[in-house]
């Protein structure tokens, strides 16, 4: 693919809110899915007859269906403490960019159907009908949000675009017009399992080869097993872990991890994908399905625990929703939380000292901590207020000597996303992909020039990819970015129990 013609954004010293620039992003409209793609997830194939009237129903039907997004559309007093806190509003200078703009592209239209005044006074309120002009500012502008919820953070009614920006997904698959790149993945997991489309032979091959890569390494019999009937845990992670760098050094991270602490663990071959992009469409009954295969294969395979690996929006889909996609656990230990973030079963084990890590192995590394969106404003980990946060740094700092966090406004609930979130991370939006990132850029700029910073370690698949392609953009090397399992597979002392 020919590179994107348009400018890197600046780094500067410190984040400056930018001057508006308008419709300057109104270009930027991911692939449209082709009808298999539509159908294979439940949606019509293309733009159907009576779309717009459709459409309306659709609308109607998610307010009525979801209390907080109705008082989300009711309740904007048009304050604009959001206005600045999109990373894609800072690095497009786009205003539709700004969180009460993308809100109020859906808002207006759920006005004029359903509110008196909206009805009655359309214009004195803002509303509007329901056009194709409409619905192609719908389709650019809504997927230039990452969901990533950032702007709730500062909303003072705390007014969740990422909520809203979901509803006008699924009503645009409702009627025809979804976006390829999720739909696509989606229809894969429902065949096949995994995001990649890797069916299990060739998932059982990877994991040989890994076996023999490690053995070759370390001179130990780390097993990567796979649909290991009676292990203890079921990991489920994302499929990226299974092929690429940095990904693949978290996975032989995790491995290294259950093998010193004497835990049996597998993976599954039907269920090989912690990922479920139908949360970015707004698609319950997709999140279901998809989710569905993984309580499917923890009862099959007898397994006593869950454990999620390194992976953003997979984990809010497994803290937040399976609880009540795919619940009750009652099949499962109770003495274990349901779901285990892979970074708290590291934690518990380092708390205990059932590992010992030799942090002087990572003294090549000056490290910081990017804070995932989903993790940070949608989740939480161990049994402790801010465990998301505190967590992952612990297993971190057990693992290394160098660690700088970025700017406090920068990371923990404030983090800036990774600018590839919310089913973003394709080539068809790399220029919004490089713009959005640019916030997170700007920090991390601070602390490489600060304290020689080489390494910005990361829990989710998303992110680790979307860094990989973005850093060089802003001259920075792109495998600066890795897992934190990938320092603790560094770190960690195999077969010396202390
Ligand atoms: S959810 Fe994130 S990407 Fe979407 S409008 Fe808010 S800050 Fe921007
Ligand atoms: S901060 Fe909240 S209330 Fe204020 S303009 Fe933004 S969405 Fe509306």
Redesign the pocket.
Known sequence: MAKAEFLTPELTEYLTVPHVRAETMAHSRPFVAKPEHQESVGYPGELMDGWEEKAVLKLGELVRGSRALQVFLDSCVKCGA?TD?????LGTSDPK???VA??DLLRSVYRRYYTFAGKYFPKLVGARDMTKDVLDEWYSYFH?????????VYCPYGI???EI?MAARDVMDAVGLGQKYSNEIIGKVHKIGNNLGLPGPALKDTLEGLEEDVKEDTGVDVKFPVDEKGAEVLVITPSADFFAEPHIDGLIGYAKVFHQAGISWTLSSYASEAANFSMFIGSRHNLKKAAMRIREAAIDLGVKRIVVGECGHAWRVAYSFWNTLIGPFDFLDPNYPVPQHICEVTYDLIQRGALTLDKEANDDKVVTFHDS?NVSRASRMGNMPGGQFIIPRAVIKASVNKFHDMAPDTIYEGTF?CGG??GLLTDDLIELRVK?AMPRMQALKQVVDEYGVNYMAAICAICKSQFTKVLPYYKFPMDMIGSVHGLVSTAIQLGTKQ
């Open positions: 959001c806190k999109c990373h894609y509003y960019n700004m969180p993308r809100q230039q949000c990452s969901q990533c919820r950032r702007c709730s969740d675009t990422a920006s969106c996303c979130g919310g959005g």
